[in-house]
């Protein structure tokens, strides 16, 4: 059987791939083994000494090798910097540590120097405090004894000034009991004058009764008279001969009616309350209306006298007397004649508190 033969690229093809191959497990053992361990020696002796065995092998495979060699070149030596950076990363993190440790053994040196400063502050603090209080206990103890002693002053002051107290109470007391006895005998001698003013006003109280109660008989006698004189006027009035009746009538109508106005003004007068407006010369007219028993009914102002409240207080007098049982002495002709409505004119001299 006739065998083809083999071109030169196919005799080189075989171990290009297997030089290819070599050279990929290498360079992932070569990555593998830098990821796991960082500080590995740079990978260029190997890559040479790879490329010298490779010195023997064809143009092809020489040439391939040095491809792969310039490849894993240029490769390296990034991987060989950032090797290097981790050295100088590490050795910068060892200085630092070393100066942290040197700068934290300084801070402690320190703080045990501020320590030991404190605490010798501190005891130099209590020494003086106990100083003080030493001072201040010699200093209490000392005002203590000036207080004592001024208390010993004062509570001797105090008896002296009791004992002069006590004396002069007894003092006051035998003077007061001397005024005593001296107001008692006045006062006695004042009762007995006092007893005596008294019985002395009254006895002239009784005699100044006795005397009103002689005037006020007069006075009931004199009016009696009156009335007796005007009951036999009356009686005149009402006697059978009617001519002699109106006569009479007329002679005396006008000294009844005058009797009668008195009495009125009199009556008028005790109800009567002077406002303080009212003064002399005024004068005020007042309708009286009357039934014949005397009880006023009405009264009503018919001329003003220009003051308000005098006329308000001569209607509220008038108002306030009521009744005039007088009027029954009347005849119903007369009393319709002259008192049913009668004027009255009054003013304040006329009238009394």
């Known amino acids: 059987m006739h065998q083809r033969e083999r071109s030169p690229s196919e005799s080189y093809f075989w171990p290009t791939i297997l030089a290819v191959g070599l050279h990929v497990l290498i360079f992932a053992m070569m990555f593998v083994s830098f990821a796991m361990t960082p500080e590995l020696p740079p990978s260029r002796p190997i890559v040479q000494a790879t490329l010298y065995q490779l010195k023997s092998q064809s143009q092809a495979t020489v040439q391939t090798n040095q491809k792969i060699a310039g490849e894993a070149k240029k490769t390296a030596a990034p991987q060989y910097e950032t090797e290097q950076m981790e050295q100088r990363k590490v050795e910068q993190q060892r200085i630092a540590a070393a ?86 005998a006045e006062d006695a001698k004042k009762k007995a004058a006092e007893d005596a003013k008294k019985k002395s006003a009254e006895e002239a109280k009784k005699k100044a009764a006795a005397e009103a109660s002689k005037k006020k008989a007069a006075a009931d006698a004199a009016r009696k008279a009156q009335e007796d004189k005007k009951a036999a006027a009356l009686a005149e009035l009402l006697s059978d001969d009617v001519q002699h009746q109106q006569a009479l009538a007329d002679s005396v109508g006008d000294q009844v009616a005058g009797s009668l106005d008195d009495l009125i003004i009199n009556l008028v007068s005790q109800q009567w309350r002077r406002p303080p407006s009212a003064r002399n010369g005024m004068s005020v007219e007042v309708m009286i209306q009357m039934l014949p028993d005397g009880t006023i009914t009405n009264a009503s102002v018919t001329r003003a006298s ?9 209607v509220a007098a008038v108002r ?33 508190l």
């Open 320 to 352: 306030n007397v009521g009744r005039i049982p007088e009027m029954q002495q009347l005849d119903r002709a007369t009393f319709d004649k002259m008192y049913r409505q009668r004027r009255v004119i009054f003013k304040p001299e006329d009238l009394s």
């Open 99 to 184: 100066k942290a440790a040197e700068q934290k053994k300084a801070e402690e040196a320190q703080k045990a120097e501020q320590a030991e400063a404190q605490k010798q502050k501190e005891a130099a603090a209590a020494k003086a405090e106990a100083q003080k209080k030493e001072a201040a206990a010699k200093a209490e103890a000392e005002k203590k004894a000036v207080e004592q002693k001024q208390q010993a002053d004062i509570a001797k002051k105090k008896a002296a000034e009791e004992a002069k107290k006590k004396a002069a109470a007894e003092e006051a007391k035998k003077k007061a009991a001397e005024e005593a006895k001296k107001k008692a």
């Open 306 to 314: 220009g003051d308000a409240a005098f006329d308000n207080s001569a």
